[in-house]
């Protein structure tokens, strides 16, 4: 690849980066999110961030396994978003396994047990608690797996047409 192919490459996938980090994300958050999406794929997992399901939650991160298992990971970045954030529980009827991701300074004690536990930063994470797993009905996975797959092609347009496929990131 020459010289102006990669810059337009990197702007192509900046410009993707602010259309998704709508606002909402803080810039811990999104150093978080990076990490798990890192994690996710070293475990040979494809990842989304902030897709939204059926219910009208929007998950921070959830990630297809090879094998269809789903997993959501809710991201916290401070024990204030934590305490008002109770939604958290929503995500259980879609996926398999259901995560918190936090940076390395977040009282993890306050972190419900039944759900696993990620530690991340922009580079990387690591899991520090699985969880246990809680099989989806086919019906709920296939609607999930569709939902995915969708947005991801839809971002992946994005990408070679940022003016061709505007509203369709999910």
């Known amino acids: 690849m020459g010289d102006d192919t990669v810059s337009i490459h990197q702007w192509r996938i900046e410009a993707l980066a602010l259309r998704l980090a709508d606002g909402r994300q803080s810039p811990t958050a999104l150093k978080i999110q990076r990490g798990v999406g890192r994690l996710m794929a070293g475990l040979g997992q494809v990842s989304v961030t902030e897709l939204t399901l059926a219910s009208g939650r929007r998950a921070d991160v959830i990630a297809l396994s090879p094998n269809g298992d789903i997993t959501i990971v809710e991201v916290k970045s401070s024990l204030a978003d934590f305490r008002a954030d109770t939604k958290w529980r929503d ?77 369709t990131l999910l």
């Open 91 to 167: 995500y259980q009827a879609f996926c398999d396994y259901l995560f918190f991701a936090v940076a390395d300074d977040f009282p993890i004690e306050v972190l419900p047990e039944e759900a696993g536990l990620i530690v991340a930063d922009a580079y990387g994470a690591a899991i520090l608690h699985a969880p246990e797993r809680t099989p989806l009905a086919a019906a709920r996975r296939k609607a999930v797996t569709i939902r995915f797959a969708q947005a991801a092609a839809a971002r992946l347009h994005s990408l070679t047409d940022p003016e061709g496929a505007p509203g």
